[in-house]
Every structure is written in structure tokens, then in C-alpha cells.
């Protein structure tokens, strides 16, 4: 099967409310290819978990000596991107920030 057959497979798998078994199996589609073009076709198209973010607060931030570098909070995102949070002044941003 060509990639475009793959490709129009995964759009009607994404519209038809089926798991990805039923669905391979009622197209009579071999499930392990269905679940890699699936997975190849939702990466490409899924946008970044970032959004832009406005900090319009001007919190004045003072350098810490190397020795009181503790991280106060990390974010640790499913991709493995962290945030690493030093300053309690960003801290305290990022409760407004997560609600958005």
C-alpha cells in the first residue's frame, strides 16, 4: 500500500471514533502497519505543546552566587524538555502562567 492510501486510512481512522483495532481490522488493514502510519502521520501534524507566553510583570531579577543556585521548581515536559526555575520572582509567575 502507498503512502497516500496510508495517509487517507489514518484521516478516516481520526474522524471514525474507532479504536485503532476496529477500525484495522474492519479495513482489513495489518494493525502494526496501520498503528506506524498512524503514528508517523498524527506526529507530523501535531503542533508544538508550546504556546507564545506574555510576561507583562518587569520583576527586577538579582544574580544568585553559584552556591545558592538550588533549583526552586522543574517542569519536565512529556518530550523531555525542563524548565528549570532558580528565582522566586519567575516562581511566583508561574501559576498565571500554567492557567492559560
Not at 497516500?4 to 477500525?23: C, D, F, I, P
Not at 544568585?64 to 525542563?82: D, F, M
Request: proline residues 8%; positive net charge.
Amino acid at each position: 500500500m502507498k503512502k497516500q492510501q496510508w495517509q487517507t486510512h489514518v484521516k478516516a481512522y481520526n474522524s471514525s471514533g474507532l479504536s485503532k483495532r476496529e477500525y484495522a481490522d474492519s479495513h482489513k488493514l495489518v494493525y502494526h502497519q496501520f498503528v506506524y502510519w498512524s503514528q508517523k502521520f498524527n506526529k507530523a501534524k501535531s503542533p508544538s505543546a508550546f504556546i507564545p507566553v506574555n510576561v507583562t510583570a518587569k520583576a527586577q531579577l538579582q544574580p544568585q552566587p553559584k552556591a545558592a543556585c538550588v533549583p526552586l521548581g522543574v517542569l519536565e515536559y512529556p518530550n523531555g524538555a525542563r524548565l528549570v526555575i532558580h528565582s522566586p520572582e519567575l516562581l511566583a509567575l508561574l501559576p498565571s502562567l500554567l492557567t492559560r
